[in-house]
């Protein structure tokens, strides 16, 4: 499992983070820490803000409320997915009840 991690560092907001990260999830960490800093720096030029504290607390939010949105999303379809299984299985069961 060891040989498996691996040393890189991203750059967020100017500062270095080293992190361990599988080596499989290397790309999707260093795409996730470009599309964190690209977003802070969106937000700078959008609406001045100079502190970064409040730059992370509107990405985070930003970031948060797109996966609850794609969570709630996926609740539905998982729903709708049962009821249509339901239906399908209450019509082959009556098909195979008539035989």
């Known amino acids: 499992m060891q040989d498996k991690l691996l040393n890189i560092k991203v750059v967020i907001a100017g500062r270095p983070y080293k992190m361990e990260v ?11 820490a ?5 977003a802070l720096n969106r937000y700078a030029h959008s609406y001045e803000y100079d502190d970064q504290q409040d730059l992370l607390a509107m990405v985070a939010l930003q970031s948060t409320t797109g996966m609850m949105e794609l969570e709630r999303r996926e609740g539905y379809r998982e ?10 299985d209450g019509i082959l069961s009556h098909q195979l009840s008539m035989e």
């Open 22 to 32: 599988q080596r499989e999830q290397e790309e999707v960490v260093r795409k996730a």
């Open 34 to 38: 470009g599309y964190v800093d690209d």
């Open 79 to 88: 729903r709708e997915m049962e009821t249509k299984l339901k239906e399908i």
